[in-house]
């Protein structure tokens, strides 16, 4: 019931909150306070009575408006927080030393295909040569989809910043820059070229 009733205040109040109470994991957390703010600004302890309040008063509506955007405001400054250790972690690695940082997420990579082709192909072609009657269990899907996850993250970022180089050199160059040098360049993020 609070998500419903969070979203519709949301949508009245401040849409761009409703993309977190969908696509986010804390959306719970979201509703419940975007709807704990509505009690509190208005007085009412019913959610009902408190979005009724919003509709008939301007300025508990603008005062509400306010508290939401101070509280989204929170919420993304935490994301940023959030991608700023993830951005010095990165840049730590890509200016490290050490060539086992360096190297981990091409090394992932061919971990996780070679992984992949021996768990469903290979093991499938020893059980048809080793006449047994043992049963494979294959590795669970949940460990390939965060293992799939990281992998994502390494090569979006990295054709991300290829994509990002290339740009800039045909900018300071005075060249053109189309769709078809973004996949190439995205491409060679891919294969760590």
Avoid: C
Avoid at 27 to 34: D, K, L, P, R, S
Avoid at 56 to 71: D, G, I, K, M, V
Avoid at 101 to 110: D, E, K, M, S, V
């Amino acid at each position: 019931m609070i998500p419903l009733l969070a979203m519709s205040l949301a949508a009245k109040f401040l849409p761009s909150l409703i993309g977190k109470l969908t696509g986010s994991n804390k959306a719970e957390e979201i509703a419940e306070n975007v709807v704990n703010i509505a009690k509190v600004v208005t007085g009412k302890e019913d959610v009902s009575d408190a979005a009724k309040a919003l509709e008939e008063n301007p300025q508990l509506a603008l005062e509400y408006q306010q508290e939401l955007h101070t509280y989204e405001l929170g919420i993304e400054q935490e994301q940023t927080k959030r991608l700023e250790a993830v951005n010095v972690t990165m840049r730590a690695e890509a200016v490290s030393g050490s060539i086992l940082q360096r190297i981990w997420r091409p090394i992932n990579g061919l971990l996780f295909g070679i992984t992949l082709f021996l768990d469903y192909v290979g093991s499938q072609i020893i059980l048809a040569l080793v006449e047994s009657e043992w049963v494979w269990s294959h590795i669970p899907a949940g460990v390939y989809m965060l293992w799939s996850g990281v992998l994502g993250v390494a090569v979006i970022s990295r054709g991300t910043e290829k994509i990002a180089k290339t740009k800039a050199i045909t900018k300071a160059n005075g060249t053109t820059f189309g769709n078809f040098d973004a996949v190439k360049e995205f491409g060679k993020g891919i294969l760590g070229k």
